[in-house]
């Protein structure tokens, strides 16, 4: 199978792939999605697109996990934005999730709350409940690279298919 971004030697149906996957996203990975064997040194988004070509910057998009705090109460969000871009953590995302404040969660809290590695990422396969913030200009990536929850690999999956995902929102000008 040809990746229809990027220049890979090993792209298949993510279906196919489950057994290079986490658990959590291997059981939500659908047909639409492609997974990309890739070198986990080279998982970094600058090497990577290097790597892997240039082109793939313009597609490519972070998963953030964020914390917002409001009345001692912590709650738990994933935020999806295009590459080029980073993510409002003080304006867009604190609004949304109606906190006081908002920032980035710790590794150790975001690795262990996803069950994937860091520099991995994904939306695909969060847990049950967690808000999906994506920014609207991902939704509108006819195919976006994401991680696969490992830094061993990627996933490519449409724009429009990750803004249907679990507990999505889109909103607009997330990334800035």
Same mark, same amino acid.
């Given at each position: 199978?040809?990746?229809?971004?990027?220049?890979?030697?090993?792209? $298949?149906p993510a279906t196919e792939r489950r057994d290079l996957l986490p658990p959590a996203v291997a059981a939500a990975v659908t047909d639409e999605m492609i997974h990309v064997d890739t070198d986990p040194e080279k998982a970094d988004t600058a090497v990577f697109v290097e790597t892997y070509g240039r082109d793939l910057l313009e597609h490519s998009a972070n998963c953030v996990v964020v914390a917002g705090k409001r009345g001692g109460e912590v709650s738990l969000a994933a935020c999806l934005v295009l590459s080029t871009t980073r993510v409002d953590v003080n304006g867009a995302v604190? $609004?949304?999730?109606?906190?006081?404040?908002?920032?980035?969660a710790a590794m150790d809290?975001?690795?262990g709350e996803t069950g994937m590695e860091y520099g991995g990422i994904t939306p695909v396969g969060l847990p049950a409940g967690w808000p999906l913030l994506v920014d609207a200009?991902?939704?509108d990536t006819p195919y976006v690279l994401i991680?696969?929850?490992?830094?061993?690999g990627k996933?490519?999956?449409p724009g429009k298919v990750l803004a249907a995902l679990p507990g999505a929102v889109l909103v607009e000008n997330l990334g800035v």
């Open positions: 199978m040809r990746a229809p971004i990027g220049t890979f030697e090993d792209a $298949r604190r $609004r949304h999730l109606g906190v006081r404040k908002a920032s980035f809290t975001a690795v200009a991902v939704a991680g696969s929850g490992f830094r061993r996933l490519i999956v």
